[in-house]
């Protein structure tokens, strides 16, 4: 579905902008939807004559938002503007680069604002004139029968009477208006819905089917290949069959014998690519199970990357007590060394004193 929406949308206005969606527990705080500036682009869909805001981020819509009537854009900043989708339940803000981008898009916002309201009323109009047509065409069939069938009636009341009529055909055609304005609302949200489910879906899908497709490309070639061969090979056969029924009045014994070898070869080459479709067929059961042991292999060299960082960690932590140990046995060696420098000092001291000692006892 949403393939063929895209071919009959024509794009009307394209910028780029970070995208955010406002927090749904909060309201008040801005959530990335985008991790860097993305394509924001104005859609017109001439077949349903609406407006869409559309905006694709790898393979998910980040935007995909109808514009209606009743929305209004509002420049929060030079360069960031924000709108209320209620049919998403969600707000949207966008971040440009330049103020200039802001402008643009505001003015082309509210251009296509204007364009969905006369778009809307004029299809509101023609379903109700649709609607009308179809409700008053059988009652005026029954009417105009009952008054063929029925005898005269005189006017009593004359032009009170036609004004009764005028009035009770006028509520009922805004009670009809109103119940065509619910039904069309309604069937809108679900279609809106059903669209963003499936332009999901199909980006998945698309990417799938191009990998399917590379995949077996090779097998339908080797698959065309064969039943050429297989053709070949029949049609040799029926000449070999004929030129035996013939017997000795068909072509010599050495053609009978050449035809033979030619099927034989034949053969020989149709079990060989046989072999060979065989053989790519259990090789994309080997590309299954590689993706497989890739996806393993990637696991375990986060884990070791998980487990290096920890061990550097570790390393670092030990560099940095060893590196305190050092300073600490520094700080040791040099008060050891004041210590020895004051105690030389001492014993220096004590030497001298007891010289004098002696010098003193041999007066």
């Not at 299809?123 to 063929?148: G, H, M, R, V």
Request: hydrophobic share 35%; net charge negative.
């Amino acid at each position: 579905m949403y393939p063929h929406h895209r071919e009959r949308e024509q794009p009307i206005f394209s910028s780029r902008a970070h995208v955010f969606q406002i927090d749904p527990g909060t309201k008040r705080n801005w959530i990335p939807a985008s991790k860097h500036a993305v394509t924001v682009s104005f859609f017109y869909d001439a077949n349903r004559n609406v407006y869409r805001i559309i905006s694709v981020g790898g393979t998910k819509a980040i935007i995909n938002c109808t514009v209606t009537p009743s929305m209004s854009f509002t420049k929060t900043s030079q360069k960031f503007g924000q709108w209320a989708d209620s049919r998403a339940n969600t707000v949207y803000g966008l971040g440009f680069a330049t103020e200039q981008q802001l402008h643009q898009f505001s003015d082309k916002f509210k251009e296509v604002k204007d364009a969905a309201r006369l778009a809307r009323e004029k299809s509101q109009d023609k379903e109700l004139a649709n609607t009308a047509l179809t409700i008053a065409a059988p009652q005026f069939s029954q009417d105009l029968s009952d008054e063929l069938q029925s005898p005269p009636v005189m006017c009593v009341n004359g032009p009170e009477d036609k004004l009764f009529r005028s009035q009770s055909a006028d509520i009922t055609l805004s009670a009809e208006k109103e119940r065509i304005k619910k039904m069309l609302s309604e069937g809108s949200i679900c279609e809106m819905n059903l669209e963003s489910e499936l332009f999901t879906l199909q980006d998945s899908n698309s990417k799938l089917v191009a990998a399917l497709h590379e995949a077996n490309a090779n097998v339908e070639q080797w698959k065309k290949q064969l039943a050429a061969y297989q053709g070949e090979t029949d049609r040799l056969r029926d000449q070999v069959v004929e030129l035996e029924a013939h017997g000795g009045h068909g072509p010599s014994d050495l053609l009978k014998d050449e035809l033979t070898r030619s099927l034989e070869e034949l053969e020989a080459l149709l079990k060989a690519k046989d072999e060979e479709i065989h053989i790519l067929q259990s090789k994309k059961v080997e590309y299954h199970e590689m993706e497989h042991h890739r996806d393993e292999a990637i696991h375990r060299l986060r884990e070791t990357e998980m487990r290096n960082a920890e061990l550097e960690r570790r390393i670092q932590n030990s560099e940095q007590n060893l590196n305190n140990s050092l300073e600490e046995r520094d700080r040791m060696d040099s008060g050891i060394q004041r210590a020895i420098e004051i105690l030389d000092i001492k014993i220096f001291d004590l030497n001298d004193l007891r010289q004098s000692l002696v010098k003193l006892i041999d007066k």
